[in-house]
Nanobody
């Protein structure tokens, strides 16, 4: 089992940057593929980015490709989301999630594959 805690959200102007962090408990962090999702008011939770167990494979939603970067540090039990050139449509609650992964390079984009979730951190981008 793993517990996830996000941090780093806040209020930023359009065009600005934020770096989200997600800290995981437990000694099995490196066995999970990790993902970032977000949920805007009145909308469903949507996929943002994912990274494989090894960190060698990543995948992004088209809406954030080229602006966001996901990374992980297995020694620190942490995953990060660097967000640059933020837009108003990036506003929402951002969630970190962990999914069981059976090989080192697999990752997942569906919420259904993720069994563990953090409490979320608010990101607000003002235009």
């Amino acid at each position: 089992q793993v517990q996830l805690v996000e941090s780093g959200g806040g209020l930023v102007q359009a065009g600005g940057s934020l770096r989200l962090s997600c800290s995981a408990s437990g000694r099995t962090f490196s066995t999970y593929a990790m993902g970032w999702f977000r949920q805007a008011p009145g909308k469903e939770r949507e996929f943002v980015a994912t990274i494989s167990r090894s960190g060698g494979s990543t995948y992004y939603a088209d809406s954030v490709k080229g602006r966001f970067t996901i990374s992980r540090d297995n020694a620190q039990n942490s995953v990060y989301l660097q967000m640059n050139n933020l837009k108003s449509e990036d506003t929402g609650v951002y969630y970190c999630a962990a999914a069981s992964a059976y090989n080192s390079e697999s990752y997942h984009t569906s919420t259904l594959r993720y069994g563990y979730w953090g409490q979320g951190t608010q990101v607000t981008v003002s235009s």
